[in-house]
């Protein structure tokens, strides 16, 4: 057997020894055609078998360029050594018991440190999951049983997740829901604030909502309010100023439970530990996932003690939620945030990127918007001279950047938004050159 090595000893450089992808990953792809499931598509086709700092390697021996950190998940960088080190360790002592069965030190530990950090000082408790799906799954269910009622607010954009109930809540169509329903009921949907389209101040975006909310569902019948605080898969929509927060204050008068799903914004991706902090609001429940473990499968659900705690015994778990392997990756990769200072690290590689397409925007008009925060950005692209959307530019960019050795992924209702989730551990130099990368594609586009 080959010793493949990821981590930061990789060296961190882009080199392509064949084409993207090269024979080796062509030959996986087909073997993955007649295999797995059409369904689960891939962005970019090539054979990864080693990651780490900010460049993964496949196959055929190419270095890429990682802008995508396996969607804001490796936020630590790939297999970060603490992470690898606390994983070695909890599988040689033990690799599974059922939290709910036999339960272990690791899992209290993680609940410990989610409750002293995720947003507000009051009493919270946390439970742990697999999936950022499967919290906000029981983030609803938590909701539901503490308020004894049923209805769920969700978002024009929304991503929530694949699962029958998130699928519902997610808003777009193709291709996260077309031909899979029925879907579950008791899901209303409101327009959000949008600054780049709707021109509305969070004050007045939050009217529009809050209107609706009480026109169509009535607060009697709404167990929760749940957002993402800058909209992911819809394309890094980050709402006006007021938003997030006049929509907290009405939950709070109305006895509706106000989550923010923080699964893709958390863990110090926007430039601090959780973007619900930028805007003061303290969130009644906070789903957590992707940047959690370094790479591990994780989630959680964490929230006010009383509310939290309305749940009877049993009603809560799952087989394998809380992996003691997952909240051994997750107590490092946590730690890992705080020792390297990577809230810091997160708020210059947004200055980077802004400074960087800033300058480009100056002489591109299909540059929309640049937004984001911190080291979670995006660039919405238009058509010259409009706002309408550039898919094809959008997706010309990416293949491009793909095949020059650079992991770029898309999002956004219309799919004309190029986001960048770079490792926190990705050095300027690699960023930079990964960036021109993407702006020599779209030059030529
Ligand atoms: C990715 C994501 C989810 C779903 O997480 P999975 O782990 O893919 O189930 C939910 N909410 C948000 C905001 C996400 O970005």
């Known amino acids: 057997m080959t010793e493949l090595v990821g981590g930061p000893s990789l060296p961190q450089e882009r080199k392509l020894v064949t084409s993207i992808p090269g024979p080796k990953s062509q030959e996986m792809m087909a073997r993955k055609n007649a295999a797995v499931a059409a369904g689960v598509g891939v962005a970019l086709p090539v054979s990864i078998v080693a990651a780490g700092g900010g460049v993964m390697v496949d196959a055929d021996g190419n270095s890429l360029i990682d802008l995508g950190s396996g969607i804001a998940v490796t936020g630590v960088g790939n297999s970060a050594p603490a992470v690898v080190e606390a994983v070695i360790n909890q599988v040689q002592a033990f690799t599974h018991t059922c939290f709910t069965v036999t339960p272990y030190d690791g899992y209290v530990k993680v609940a410990e440190k989610l409750n002293e950090l995720t947003p507000g000082d009051h009493e919270k408790r946390s439970a742990l999951f697999n999936s950022g799906a499967e919290a906000v799954e029981n983030a609803i269910k938590i909701a539901r049983h503490f308020t004894k009622k049923n209805g769920v607010v969700v978002f024009d954009h929304a991503y929530h997740g694949r699962t029958n109930l998130t699928m519902g809540m997610t808003a777009k169509n193709i291709p996260y829901k077309d031909g899979f329903g029925p879907f579950a009921p008791e899901v209303y949907r409101v327009p959000t604030s949008y600054p780049f389209r709707d021109g509305l101040s969070g004050a007045e975006a939050a009217k529009v909502a809050l209107t609706q909310i009480e026109k169509q569902v009535?607060?009697?019948?709404?167990?929760?309010?749940?957002?993402?605080?800058?909209?992911?898969?819809?394309?890094?929509?980050?709402?006006?100023?007021?938003?997030?927060?006049?929509?907290?204050?009405?939950?709070?008068?109305?006895?509706?439970?106000?989550?923010?799903?923080?699964?893709?914004?958390?863990?110090?991706?926007?430039?601090?530990?959780?973007?619900?902090?930028?805007?003061?609001?303290?969130?009644?429940?906070?789903?957590?996932?992707?940047?959690?473990?370094?790479?591990?499968?994780?989630?959680?659900?964490?929230?006010?003690?009383?509310?939290?705690?309305?749940?009877?015994?049993?009603?809560?778990?799952?087989?394998?939620a809380g992996s003691p392997i997952a909240c051994a990756a997750a107590l490092a990769t946590i730690d890992t945030y705080e020792k390297e200072n990577l809230t810091e690290r997160a708020r210059e590689i947004g200055a980077i990127i802004d400074e960087f397409f800033g300058e480009i925007a100056k002489n591109d008009d299909r540059i929309g918007e640049i937004r984001g925060r911190g080291a979670l950005k995006a660039i919405e692209f238009v058509e010259s001279g409009s706002k309408n959307p550039n898919a094809a530019l959008t997706g010309a960019i990416a293949k491009q950047a793909g095949e020059q050795g650079v992991i770029v992924l898309t999002c956004g209702t219309y799919g004309n938004v190029v986001r960048f989730l770079p490792p926190l551990s990705i050095s300027d130099e690699l960023l930079r050159e990964g960036l021109q990368v993407v702006a020599d594609a779209l030059a030529a586009n």
């Open 218 to 320: 009535g607060a009697g019948n709404l167990a929760a309010i749940i957002i993402e605080p800058i909209q992911g898969e819809g394309g890094f929509i980050a709402p006006a100023e007021g938003f997030l927060p006049a929509l907290q204050a009405w939950a709070t008068e109305n006895n509706v439970v106000f989550i923010l799903d923080e699964v893709q914004t958390g863990f110090a991706r926007t430039g601090d530990l959780f973007a619900a902090n930028h805007e003061g609001v303290v969130p009644d429940m906070v789903t957590t996932a992707k940047g959690i473990a370094g790479g591990l499968p994780l989630s959680a659900v964490t929230g006010r003690a009383e509310i939290m705690d309305s749940a009877h015994a049993g009603g809560l778990g799952g087989t394998y």
